[in-house]
């Protein structure tokens, strides 16, 4: 991963940056120090994120005028076609604090400010490199890291080890009715969802795409089915929103338990995604171990 730094040089607020999470542009820092920032999908921007979703001129990152510390920052939405978003929710206008999620069309920045922003920024880069940006979940790299521990562990104190696969049903179509917007949105409420709704030492990642994947230390299949029937009927129960519009969204889920001959991580993801197929085919949300 490669990172950037880059400066404005006006005098102003100081102590702050933006660093891209989740996007083409991933681990990009770009320092604010006084000159407004305008970022949209033309070159001629501070900042350019080419993506369609992105305007031209989208928005714009200044010194808030009514700021008593002169140190605050405020986002202005520049009428943008699709919007921007702190935290999740759609502003026109809005002071930013420390640690706000920023979405210009499907990229997402962290701003970053205060006195210790160089830990801060440090830190947000370690997690870059275990966390997936939009779900906030593992990555496909730390969830493989931490299945290959799971089995390790697993094996040395003969203890049962599950996993479920789980992939968001006709995702293709949301994407294309509603638009990618629409489906980030729904990729971060389902990250929401398994975040919230696994235990403590369970392990929830994305393997990539609408793909998902948790980790059950100590619980055999029948204990795997129990929690992945239990996340199908809250994913099919919760109100995913994404600009007014609700999308409904269901769960197909294979579980598979860790067998006595399987060694490597691959072959237990393996038949839990056969058993996801057999649950797609099956005919969709639905739970098959």
């Known amino acids: ?13 100081k102590g702050a940056c933006l660093v891209v999470v989740y996007g083409q542009q991933i681990g990009r820092r ?3 120090t006084g000159a407004p920032l ?9 900042l350019q994120l080419d993506e369609e979703s992105v305007s ?10 009514k700021s008593s510390d002169g140190v605050t920052w405020q986002i202005v939405d520049l009428d943008s076609t699709n919007g921007t978003y702190v935290n999740d929710q759609p502003v026109r206008t809005a002071t930013l604090r420390h640690g706000d999620q920023i979405q210009v069309g499907r990229s997402i920045l962290r701003y970053l400010a205060g006195n210790s922003i160089e830990r801060a920024y440090h830190e947000e880069i370690y997690k870059l490199m275990s966390m997936d940006g939009l779900t906030q979940l593992r990555n496909r790299r730390a969830f493989d890291e931490a299945l290959t521990e799971e089995i390790a562990r697993a094996r040395r104190f003969e203890r049962p080890l599950a996993v479920c696969v789980l992939d968001a049903d006709k995702f293709k179509s949301i994407n294309d009715q509603f638009g990618h917007l629409a489906g980030d949105a729904v990729l971060r409420q389902l990250g929401g969802i398994l975040r919230n709704n696994v235990r403590k030492n369970d392990i929830a990642g994305r393997l990539g795409g609408e793909e998902f994947g948790v980790l059950l230390p100590e619980v055999d299949r029948a204990g795997g089915l129990v929690v992945a029937e239990k996340l199908r009927r809250m994913v099919e129960a919760h109100r995913f929103e994404f600009d007014r519009t609700v999308i409904p969204v269901t769960l197909s889920i294979g579980v598979a338990e860790l067998m006595p001959h399987e060694r490597e991580p691959s072959e237990l993801i393996k038949r839990a995604d056969e058993l996801l197929y057999r649950a797609k ?3 969709r949300n639905r739970v098959v171990g």
Not at 38 to 46: F, Y
Not at 56 to 65: G, L, N, S
């Open 1 to 13: 991963m490669v990172m950037r730094v880059e400066k404005n040089s006006a005098d102003g607020p």
């Open 30 to 32: 770009i320092e604010l």
């Open 38 to 46: 305008v970022i949209g999908r033309s070159p001629r921007n501070d």
């Open 56 to 65: 031209r001129q989208h928005v714009r990152i200044e010194p808030d005028p």
């Open 281 to 283: 085919h099956g005919g």
